[in-house]
């Protein structure tokens, strides 16, 4: 089994800045691309960011230069610090990580339950 258990989420002022956390659990041979999605209600699963083994990393446009991912391979962790939050940016926001559980097996895509992100005007 493999779980991902995200922390993070919650309210803050729009300007204002959150950090969530991502912790990858169970049986993991290697952990490749990381990331994160966000779903708005009404909205589809979109992309935020995401980073590979290697520290590469990949935004959406909407986020540039305001979000940062980072990961901690030895933890089997990734973070997203959010800073100047805005109206658009709340959702519940997942965690995704391509993990593969045995040296000969494939990667396959896990998610996260999700935690939630409000941003007051």
């Known amino acids: 089994q493999v779980q991902l258990v995200e922390s993070g989420g919650g309210l803050v002022q729009a300007g204002g800045s959150l950090r969530l956390s991502c912790t990858v659990s169970g049986s993991i041979f290697r952990i490749d691309v990381m990331g994160w999605y966000r779903q708005a209600p009404g909205k589809q699963r979109e992309l935020v960011a995401t980073i590979n083994s290697g520290g590469g990393t990949n935004y959406a446009d909407s986020v540039k230069g305001r979000f940062t991912i980072s990961r901690v391979n030895a933890k089997n962790t990734v973070y997203l610090q959010m800073n100047l939050l805005n109206v658009e940016d709340p959702a519940v926001y997942y965690c995704?990580?391509?993990?593969?559980?045995?040296?000969?097996?494939?990667?396959?895509?896990?998610w996260g339950q999700g935690t939630q992100v409000t941003v007051s005007s």
């Open positions: 995704n990580a391509n993990v593969q559980k045995y040296l000969l097996g494939s990667a396959a895509s896990y």
